[in-house]
């Protein structure tokens, strides 16, 4: 799996038709213990509702096309999680709650 930022998204008018309907990502990926952006970009079939600035996973290649929803698709990337925390070495690295544009309700 790839723990990747998404960046943004893509909008395309012609595709195969096994992609019509699906949400497409532009995903970053990190290192994981710093959350320090790589040099690379995928871009991703979104399976869970993610949005720009979600740290998520991501499953690639025959992976990706493992559950109901991703099987007829032509994707060689799909998202499959959006991550709410990172925990490594006994400590906690990566917390959603805590990024300053976190989705928070009112108290």
């Known amino acids: 799996m ?3 930022r998404v960046m943004g998204m893509v909008v395309s008018t012609n ?3 096994t992609l019509r ?3 497409l990502l532009i995903v ?3 290192e994981l213990r710093t959350q320090a952006l790589l040099d690379d970009y995928v871009v991703c079939v979104d399976d869970v509702g993610a949005g720009i600035g979600d740290i998520v996973f991501c ?3 025959s992976s990706s096309r493992q559950t109901d929803s991703t099987k007829d698709i032509a ?3 799909s998202i499959y999680g959006i ?3 990172i925990d490594m070495y006994g400590s906690r690295v990566y917390d959603k709650a805590e990024e300053e544009y976190s989705c928070n309700w009112p108290e």
């Open 2 to 4: 790839l723990a990747g």
């Open 15 to 17: 595709k195969v038709d």
């Open 21 to 23: 309907g699906c949400k």
């Open 28 to 30: 970053q990926p990190i």
């Open 59 to 61: 499953a690639y290649g």
């Open 75 to 77: 994707s060689d990337y």
């Open 83 to 85: 991550i709410d925390s």
